[in-house]
């Protein structure tokens, strides 16, 4: 699928880490630049799970990740899991970046709060690191909810986007996986979630 994406001129992110450790671990070792110049991808994507600290294996290895991509012209980014804790989120750039880790994109999950993404931003951007940008988790939550993150997130300078894929293919799928509905009702429904979560960011902004 990135092969072929590629092929076709999409912008791709490849995926780094190990999946379901509480630790950044690369999935292929020191293998990790072969893996990753075989796809050549736009982006170098790592999810870390933070729930008071970060440790040294997590640092040392995001180190080495942020090192490889800047010398080698390829965007990194950066997705923060706490909880939707905005205290932590805040507390983990400032360490992340004291520590030399300089993603392109941070990902973050929802808030409610303009200030909570005011403040989030100007720490991805301190110090001069004014082409930083913010992408917003949707952390499965139903669309309501998400809507409201959206419409706020969208009013706020820095925050280029969102990635809330199970608030909308989830239901689609498990209709179609229960019989439900067609695989071309659940194209359909999957394309008008995304459609309408992509008009409330543009049109709220």
């Given amino acids: ?10 912008i791709i992110a490849l995926k780094v880490e190990k999946s379901g450790q509480d630790e950044f671990v690369f999935e292929y070792g020191e293998e990790f630049a072969s893996h ?11 999810v870390i799970k933070v729930k008071d600290d970060l440790t040294e294996l997590t640092l040392n290895n995001l180190k080495r990740l942020s090192d ?35 993603p392109d994109v941070w990902k973050v999950e929802g808030m409610e709060s303009d200030l909570d993404y005011l403040s989030i931003v100007e720490e991805a951007r301190r110090g001069g690191r004014d082409n930083v940008s913010i992408v917003i988790l949707g ?11 959206i419409k706020t997130a969208s009013k706020t300078e820095g925050i280029i986007g969102f ?3 199970r608030t909308i293919f989830w239901e689609p799928l498990v209709e179609f996986n229960s019989g439900k ?11 008008e979630a995304y459609t309408h979560f992509y008009k409330l960011f543009t049109e709220s902004s």
């Fill in 181 to 191: 509905i067609t695989r071309e009702q659940a194209v359909e429904k999957i394309c």
């Fill in 139 to 149: 952390r499965g939550e139903d669309k309501e909810t998400v809507e409201k993150w």
């Fill in 36 to 46: 990753i110049e075989k796809y050549n991808p736009d982006f170098a994507k790592v």
């Fill in 68 to 102: 490889y991509a800047h010398s080698n012209k390829l965007k990194l980014i950066i997705e923060l899991i706490t909880g939707g804790n905005v205290n932590l989120i805040l507390s983990s750039i400032v360490k992340l970046q004291d520590a030399g880790i300089e």
């Fill in 163 to 165: 990635a809330i894929g």
């Fill in 1 to 10: 699928i990135l092969q072929d994406a590629k092929k076709n001129g999409y």
